[in-house]
């Protein structure tokens, strides 16, 4: 008999246990799922001040070389419009001149970064073929700048905008060095990286970066990427489109139409 | 418990008390060096980006400037600068939207501002309106002549020469000088406006200069002549003779 009831109360213990064991270990994936949905639900909602929510867009920019005249309007209103130092090797847009000579010559320059206009310089040689190409951030999908700033001062916003956090930036010019498109310069004052953000205190506001708002041939195009009623989905529709240094998988925002070959 | 403690090595109990100071230590100088807003939504402050949102602005945008100035808007809409925005000439302007009378938006007078997109330039694509300014009315104001807000040419241009100079200096020293363009080209009026538009047309039959050089043909007898069924049937003239100097070979 006392054998019987010690064996029930065993029983009695194991399924007692097992009950406890159950909660113990189910109890943290709930709470866990408690907090991530709390989590998930208020990056939903963050959104800037004025009620801009950047998850819901994914900027990019277009540019078609063939409408580029070199006049450097970009340039000089990016400086104004972003406090750009007026020296020349700060820009955070600039135009570069393409010159291809019939003997394979290939000369690229961009003097005080097209703001002052390009000279005619004249050779003997017989130029194949030559254009002008606007460079700016390329606001990379996959940033490399981005994967070697040591302290998160740099990084991709949810809208797909390279950004930089200045007043977290140590100046350390990783980024700087990292960036196959050498679009960004060191600035003289605050010892912080800078780069283009699309012009970002503009795009908030339902406002195009200033460097296509004054573009004068509409060479320069800036849109949504997966807004199928966007400007830059048609361009990237119309035109045949290039990248710059695709075997860098860096994944680039910025797309070129008409791309030579030449350009690097 | 009492039992349990005293079990525990001396070392050891002094080695923990050690290691939760220094948890606790970590804790702290980790908690008062990462901005409280680090990694919310990356691994990056969240007010970072308000704070570049929050950047001052200096371009007011062209659909500001269409609010009040619907009289020059008017007119630049139907001309070839309908796509500029007006900052683009006026300068960043955001100052007088908020205060009109006090902040002016700069008006470009000079010789100078102009040719930043109208200057020749090898690299600049065909068709791009372009100028030599040191040849082109040296000492006129680009105002005087073109309106910025409907630039046109002052003058349509009349005859070929005013965009074709190269091949009406070419013509002018040959035996075809006292040919007229449209004689052997039909050029349609537009193509003075679009030019690529509207394309004139050229000769297509070895008929068209057998006109005059046929052997039959009624024309001057010092003009040369062929044999149209034996001189070459198989190709139009001008594969072979350029039209606009035929006695280059």
Redesign the interface.
Known sequence: MEKKINEAEKKLERRNFLKKLAVISVAPIAFGFLGSGEKLMGLKKWALNNGYVPKDHKWGMGIDINKCIGCGRCADACKNENNVPREPFFFRTWVERYRIYDDGEVLVDSPNGSIDGFEVLSTKKKMERSFFVPKICNHCDNPPCVQVCPVGATFKSEDGVVLVDSDYCIGCRYCIQACPYGARFLHPVTRTAEKCTFCYQRITKDKLPVCVEVCPTQARVFGELNKKASPLVRFLRMNKIGILKPSLNTEPKVFYANLDMEVK | MKNFLAGIPEQVKRLSVLLVILVIVFIVVRSTLI?ND?G???????S????????????A??EVCVDCHDDIVAVKTKGY?K???C??CH??SIKHTEAPDEFKPQIQRNRSFC???H???????TG?PQIVSASHNPRKICVSCHNPHNPVPPVTPKGCEACHAEIVATKSLSFHSEIPCTKCHVANEKHKLSPRDNLPTKPTTREFCGQCHAEDANSPKDIPRINMATHEPRYVCWQCHYPHLPEAQ
Do not use: D, W
Request: hydrophobic fraction near 30%.
């Open positions: 901005p680090f919310k939504i990356g691994h990056y402050r969240a970072a980006v308000q704070n570049i949102a929050n950047n001052e602005l200096h371009y945008g062209q600068h796509n500029l925005s900052e683009v300068g960043p040719p930043t997109c200057e020749y330039l090898p690299s600049r694509p791009f």
